[in-house]
């Protein structure tokens, strides 16, 4: 039998985000946890300033801007989602050691490693070329 709309009501889910507020302080305290929780994301927040800064004052053109971006954005996404990873199988394993979560764990962690490797060389390819084209005036 099919539940009336009074009924689904009532069932509200209580984690739902009911409005863009709501939705987006949750996001903004995940974020807030990941920075004081991960030191590993600290480091790429601060390595992403110093590309920012040095792309700055390169005067880099937008599709060289819009690399670095998706080369940042991406390092930090999968560092996030590593963290998440990472918590949701300690959440189910109870902090016992498993081959399974140990699996879990260490391709997260080389999903990151990727990203990072790619984000090397696109700051290299972009960033390298404009400071050698400086060096070499």
């Given at each position: 039998?099919?539940?009336?709309?009074?009924?689904?009501?009532?069932?509200?889910?209580?984690?739902?985000?009911?409005?863009?507020?709501?939705?987006?302080?949750?996001a903004?305290?995940?974020?807030?946890?990941?920075?004081?929780?991960?030191?590993?994301?600290?480091?790429?927040?601060?390595?992403?300033?110093?590309?920012?800064?040095?792309?700055?004052?390169?005067?880099?053109?937008?599709?060289?801007?819009l690399?670095?971006?998706?080369?940042?954005?991406?390092?930090?996404?999968?560092?996030?989602?590593?963290t998440?990873?990472?918590?949701?199988?300690?959440?189910?394993?109870?902090?016992?050691?498993?081959?399974?979560?140990?699996?879990?764990?260490?391709?997260?962690?080389?999903?990151?490693?990727?990203?990072?490797?790619?984000?090397?060389?696109?700051?290299?390819?972009?960033?390298?070329?404009?400071l050698?084209?400086?060096?070499?005036?």
């Open positions: 039998m099919p539940m009336d709309l009074k009924d689904k009501k009532q069932v509200r889910n209580c984690w739902k985000n009911h409005n863009f507020k709501e939705s987006l302080r949750h903004l305290a995940g974020l807030a946890c990941v920075w004081r929780d991960e030191r590993n994301f600290r480091f790429d927040v601060w390595a992403a300033a110093g590309v920012i800064i040095l792309g700055a004052l390169l005067r880099l053109q937008l599709i060289e801007w690399w670095l971006g998706w080369a940042i954005m991406s390092v930090l996404a999968s560092e996030l989602w590593n998440v990873l990472e918590n949701v199988v300690d959440l189910v394993t109870d902090y016992q050691r498993h081959p399974l979560a140990k699996k879990a764990k260490d391709m997260a962690s080389a999903a990151v490693l990727l990203n990072a490797i790619f984000a090397a060389f696109v700051g290299i390819s972009v960033l390298g070329v404009r050698w084209q400086l060096l070499m005036r």
